[in-house]
């Protein structure tokens, strides 16, 4: 029982990444028609958001590294100390240790991937503004095969802009102190000490997601523009003839899409180092969450989002697996040992298959869409 | 001989019943009519028809062989040809491609691999196509990319990509819904000579009274999913019962 | 000619002339001049060029063609590699077996992923597409390592794999009926230096006879129906034909193609590897097909070379290249202009200009390098005739 309780918490934070990613490629998609290949890019820049807050703020455990030039940090030689040259030291400081104090300046370097969310708000929507306004809307009345293809052509554009900047290797962006480290969820839970254990930031990762989600669909709910919005999914052409200015409403969600998945990546940043291909490496297992759930359905999208991580997680217990390897008498070298062994790595594409031919509407899809 | 028989088909759409205890019969080289007013179950029992919905219960017969859980192509073979609602033609492909496609249906069957052949070599397939063209006074818009003609001519192209094959009958669904008058008439003259010339049986499904007693000899009333009255234009003017289901209880 | 009209007889025979010719005419500058990097004309871009065209002739018919977005095709090309691979370690080096079991084996794999993907349309065959090849690297990658070689590519190990037809002496490289595929002639003519060699001639050979089958596919009666299927899908069954055939025949040729292509490059290079069937690459063909035109005769053909070109001549410009280019520019500017380029546009970076390169075509010429070309001939040819009419009306006056 631990062990499956253990499974399911440590699918949760790719769970959560899977939802809130699929959440805005719905969005999108349900709103504007547009399947957007470039959704899995706003993730990956919203995780170097938090790589850029991180040398902005001065992480004074990551100086020294020759390649950001983002770092506000005084460089000033101390002849009292030497190098291993025998040259003086050159000791850095960040400028917000000088402005703030020390304790301040530090508090703000190590809580800069939290701080990083709020800056990243705005810069995402106005990514989103400016992907929607001066790209996709232009590509509303071509066939689906040519929006697929410039936002394919965008996600490469973006993927290798970031490449340019911050090479190709993942950059470490640390969590703060404060959330680093395991969390003993057995205890709570009644078991026995040391039993499920859990990072405490992926804690956080889940509940800040359930709160984006939550706050998303209040929004959809409660709000004018969400009624639009819900209004534009289930029957879009009618909206158009309400004389409501639907370009509008279509720039805004694209923006609150784009907004999702930047927060997302933000807070990602810790759980997985981001590299430039962090985009396409969660938009593939997305679009299968997107299917799976129901194109076109956002509560479809977040129960598979989930779904999709706890089974993957289950899938890469080596404990049944190598039981059933040993209970079909199968060795080391056996393909189908092999197999069974690697499956985590094909699970949910397995999945997406088997969902696609049983139920090719998705767990929650509706009649209709994009069926032509 | 009626050619097409169907026989107490029932349809649920979750709590709708959208069609309860069909029947209907179709005479051979007749024009018969089904009417009825919005939600009657005029479209889904045309849909039942060519095949694209099963229905619950019930048998249809065309010609002595069932047509139940037939795929469409199959159902297309056996001789029912469908004119859309909207003319549905290969919008990327010339005038004279559109009707050769259905030439090859009819010569070759529902699926031929002849990949190294050419298409401009196939003598009997270009002879049909031209005389199906010219039947319809399409001759000269041959070379014409079909997603450019207008609406009429999208219809006459349909019908012809029907007619080529031969049909032993015609479903349209409302052949002149959303045309002009003059377009209208000249679909009703167009299934007129089509009818006299080729005796194909037509069930037509057809909102404009015009329309229908122009053409029909037999009209089914369908309302509420359930065939009312089947009975000649002349009968069916006035019937007590039709105008029932037009105008509600409160105006008889 | 051939059972072609002129003018797709003119078009094979252009093909099969540039083919023929490419070591000299993609060698236009001398070896000594500073332009020597833009050629092209060696062996491994050339076989680059012809195989990516026997691939991309193939994706043509599936999707300019049928209008079926394939998001997976690399991983026919890796089945064919790591197939023709397993030929050479099992049987012997003749690529007479290889290939041909190369495109055998993909086209088993393209009927049974085909059968499943066809299920479904638009954005859905897409995902499905890219579920399967993903599935298809990942257990390249690591999960099948016994039979791929998993992150070490697989290669022929003479000692241990059994290769019961090579014989005692048999050639370790691969080879035609004892030809070994790596001969070479080359012809110094003044300061131009051309290089035959023999495996870039299979490939060009492959790729003509690829190109001649496509133009009768494009002309015959199946071609028609798979252009049926792209411009009305839902009209082919009320009209008595069954489309799931056409799609899957569609879908299994393109394979083949695919497969094929992936039997030459292990021809040409004997090792394979995970990362052929890797999304990228698979992205790669999408906008290869794209550039050059999808659902024309020649766009394949262009676009892989296109691409593959941009792909050497960008990748292998360096910074001091680009400072002795600008250096008529004012010093800071030429030092900010370099850094630009070198860091996002050319050297490793060359992918940016690939995707914005794309994205252009997609945005302003859809039908890709075929239109472009249309689009400025019948400039020129307005031209021409408002000329000829002004040459008509000039003695009037």
């Known amino acids: 029982m631990e062990e499956i309780i253990q499974q399911v918490v440590n699918g949760l934070d790719r769970g959560s990444a899977y939802a809130l990613i699929a959440l805005g490629l719905t969005l999108i998609f349900g709103t504007l028609g547009v399947v957007n290949f470039a959704h899995g890019a706003l993730f990956m820049i919203g995780a170097f958001v ?157 509940f800040f997601s359930m709160f984006i989600i939550a706050g998303v669909f209040a929004f959809l709910q409660f709000t004018t523009f969400g009624m639009v919005v819900r209004a534009g999914m289930a029957d879009r052409e009618t909206v158009g003839l309400l004389g409501i200015d639907i370009n509008r409403y279509f720039t805004m969600m694209f923006g609150l899409a ?33 299917v799976v759930g129901g194109m076109g359905s956002l509560g479809g999208a977040v129960l598979a989002g989930f779904l999709l991580g706890i089974v993957q997680s289950f899938a890469s217990l080596p404990t049944w697996k190598n039981n059933l390897v040993e209970w079909l008498g199968l060795d080391d070298s056996n393909l189908i040992a092999n197999l069974i062994i690697g499956v985590d790595q094909i699970a949910i594409y397995l999945i997406a298959i088997i969902i696609l031919l049983t139920r090719p509407r998705g767990l929650m899809g509706r009649k209709g869409v994009m069926e032509d | 001989m009626a050619i097409l028989q169907v026989k107490g088909i029932n349809k649920r759409f979750g709590g709708l019943q959208a069609l309860g205890d069909v029947n209907l019969s179709v005479e051979e080289n007749s024009v018969h009519a089904i009417i009825g007013p919005n939600g009657a179950g005029k479209s889904t029992l045309l849909n039942v028809l060519v095949g694209k919905l099963i229905p619950d219960s019930g048998s249809v017969m065309f010609d002595g062989q069932s047509v139940l859980g037939r795929k469409p192509h199959e159902i297309n073979q056996l001789g029912i040809s469908r004119v859309f609602q909207t003319p549905e033609i290969f919008g990327d492909l010339t005038v004279f491609e559109n009707v050769m496609i259905p030439c090859f249906a009819k010569r070759d069957g529902a699926f031929k691999m002849n990949g190294i052949g050419d298409v401009k070599k196939e003598k009997d397939i270009l002879e049909q196509a031209e005389a199906i063209l010219d039947d319809v006074s399409m001759l000269d818009k041959r070379h014409m990319h079909s997603a450019s003609l207008s609406r009429g001519d999208k219809r006459r192209l349909e019908m012809a990509m029907c007619l080529v094959q031969e049909p032993r009958l015609l479903l349209l669904d409302e052949p002149t819904a959303g045309m002009a008058r003059a377009d209208t008439n000249n679909t009703i003259d167009l299934l007129k000579e089509i009818h006299e010339k080729r005796d194909i049986t037509m069930a037509i499904i057809e909102h404009d009274m015009h329309v229908v007693f122009s053409l029909a000899e037999r009209i089914t009333v369908l309302a509420q999913g359930t065939p009312l009255v089947e009975e000649t234009p002349e009968n069916i003017k006035g019937h007590p019962k039709v105008r029932e289901a037009y105008l509600g209880e409160a105006q008889v | 000619m051939l059972g072609l009209n002129k003018k797709d007889f003119g078009l094979l025979c252009l093909v099969t002339f540039m083919a023929a010719a490419a070591p000299i005419l993609l060698n236009p500058f001398p070896e000594t001049s500073t332009l020597s990097f833009l050629n092209a004309g060696y062996p491994a871009l050339m076989q680059l060029f012809a195989i990516f065209g026997i691939v991309l002739i193939g994706f043509n018919i599936l999707f300019g ?45 393209a009927v049974l992923i085909g059968w499943i993907c066809l299920r479904r349309t638009g954005i859905y065959f897409s995902i499905l597409t890219l579920a399967f090849a993903e599935m298809a690297y990942r257990l390249s990658y690591s999960v099948l390592t016994p039979i791929t070689g998993g992150e070490t590519n697989l290669s022929p190990d003479p000692i241990n794999d059994p290769m019961i037809l090579k014989g005692e002496n048999g050639l370790t490289v691969p080879h035609l009926f004892g030809f070994d595929l790596n001969a070479k002639y080359v012809a110094e003519v003044g300061n131009w230096s051309f290089t035959f060699e023999a495996g870039y001639y299979l490939c060009a050979l492959v790729l003509v006879l690829s190109f001649y089958l496509s133009i009768r596919v494009f002309r015959s009666p199946f071609g028609m129906m798979l252009r049926a299927i792209k411009a009305n899908n839902h009209r082919m069954g009320y009209t008595g034909l069954n489309p799931k ?16 292509g992936g039997g030459l490059l292990v021809a040409m290079d004997a090792q394979a590897g995970a990362e052929r069937m890797f999304w990228t690459e698979s992205g790669t063909i999408v906008i290869m097909s794209i550039l050059g035109g999808a659902g024309t005769l020649l766009g394949p053909i262009l676009g892989a070379g296109a691409i593959k070109y941009m ?57 890709g390098l075929v239109e472009l070309g249309q689009r400025v001939a019948s400039r020129f040819r307005r031209k021409g005739s408002e000329d000829a009419l002004v040459s008509k009306e000039t003695p009037a006056e």
């Open chain 3, 245 to 260: 055939p056409y799609m899957l025949a569609a879908f299994v040729i393109s394979g083949l193609y695919a497969g094929l």
């Open chain 1, 50 to 206: 938090a790589v850029l807050m991180s040398d902005v703020l001065g992480d004074i455990r990551e100086i020294g590294s020759a390649d950001d030039f983002f770092k506000l940090v005084q460089v000033v030689e101390d002849p009292t100390q030497t190098d291993f040259l025998g040259r003086p030291l050159a000791v850095e400081t960040s400028y917000w240790v000088i402005w703030f104090g020390e304790s301040f300046g530090n508090w703000l370097s190590d809580w800069a991937v939290p701080i990083a969310v709020l800056v990243s708000i705005p810069i995402m929507i106005f990514i989103g503004w400016a992907m929607e306004r001066g790209l996709i809307r232009h590509f509303y009345h071509r066939p689906h095969a040519d929006q697929i293809l410039v936002t394919f052509g965008l996600a490469i554009v973006l993927g290798d802009l970031i490449r340019a900047m911050y090479g190709a290797n993942p950059i470490q962006t640390p969590m703060p102190d404060a959330l680093n480290g395991p969390v003993d969820l057995g205890v709570y839970l009644g078991y026995e000490a040391s039993t499920i254990t859990y990072s405490a930031w992926r804690i956080v990762y889940f």
């Open chain 3, 311 to 367: 792909e050497k001549i960008l990748s292998s410009i360096s910074e001091s290249q680009l400072h002795s280019w600008l250096s008529i520019l004012p010093d800071g500017l030429e030092d900010f202009l370099v850094y630009i380029l070198a860091n996002f546009f050319v050297g490793h970076a060359w992918h940016l200009t690939l995707g914005l390169v794309f994205m252009l075509v997609v945005i302003f010429v859809p039908g």
């Open chain 1, 258 to 290: 784009a907004a999702v998945a930047g927060v997302a990546g933000v807070m990602f940043a810790p759980i997985q180092a981001p590299s430039y291909n962090l985009g396409m490496e969660y938009l593939v297992p997305c679009f299968v969450v997107v």
């Open chain 3, 65 to 109: 063609l049928t209008g079926y977005l394939s998001f997976g095709h690399a991983a026919f090309i890796g089945i064919g590699s790591y197939t023709a691979m397993w030929m050479y370690k099992l049987l012997n080096f003749n690529v007479i077996i290889s290939i041909p079991m190369a495109m055998f084996v993909t086209g088993i794999f």
